[in-house]
């Protein structure tokens, strides 16, 4: 039993280290719809959802390209001043932090780095502690009508 998990192991890490540079594990994200509501303006999303340390960290990463009505809504386990960054992020993105309570509290506009692999990266810091974000494609609320106070309703699949 010894030799199999020490064989498992090797196994293990060499697939990482034979891994292409700048690869990252699969992971595979849960599903819900977002919807945004501000006065008149009401907009729903598809999102992906990251309520994983594995899939908080994966993110948007390696993506070319996000639909209009795409989005990746992230979920903490607690309250607090969650800062993002764009490492490895080629898709200009806005995001919007949310409070325990589902009301938007901060939208910032995020920039693909320089170099999106090495950096240097801009972190991105709520201006009030969140509980939620949600990346979408840069300009999205803009375009959309959606600014701090929105409510946000999420149904998950």
């Known amino acids: ?6 064989l ?7 697939a990482a280290a034979l891994a292409p ?12 719809t977002v919807t945004l509501v501000q006065g008149a303006a009401r907009v729903t999303l598809q999102v992906e959802v990251a309520d994983t340390p594995d899939s908080r960290a994966r993110g948007l990463m390696f993506r070319r390209h996000l639909d209009e009505f795409s989005g990746m809504l992230f979920i903490f386990e607690s ?3 969650w800062a993002f960054w764009m490492k490895n992020t080629l ?5 919007a932090f949310i409070d325990e309570g589902w009301t938007v509290v901060d939208i910032q506009d995020m ?3 320089p170099d999106p692999a090495e950096g240097p990266f801009t972190l991105y810091e709520p201006a009030r502690p969140c509980r939620y974000a949600l990346e979408v494609n840069q ?3 803009r375009r959309h009508g959606i600014g701090v106070g929105a409510r946000v309703i999420y149904t998950p699949r």
């Open 79 to 81: 309250t607090g001043r």
């Open 8 to 14: 498992a192991a090797v196994v293990v890490l060499l």
């Open 139 to 141: 300009g999205f609320f």
């Open 21 to 32: 540079a700048g690869a990252a594990p699969d992971v595979v994200f849960k599903r819900g």
């Open 1 to 6: 039993m010894k030799t199999m998990r020490l």
């Open 111 to 113: 920039q693909v780095a």
């Open 91 to 95: 898709i200009p993105l806005s995001i």
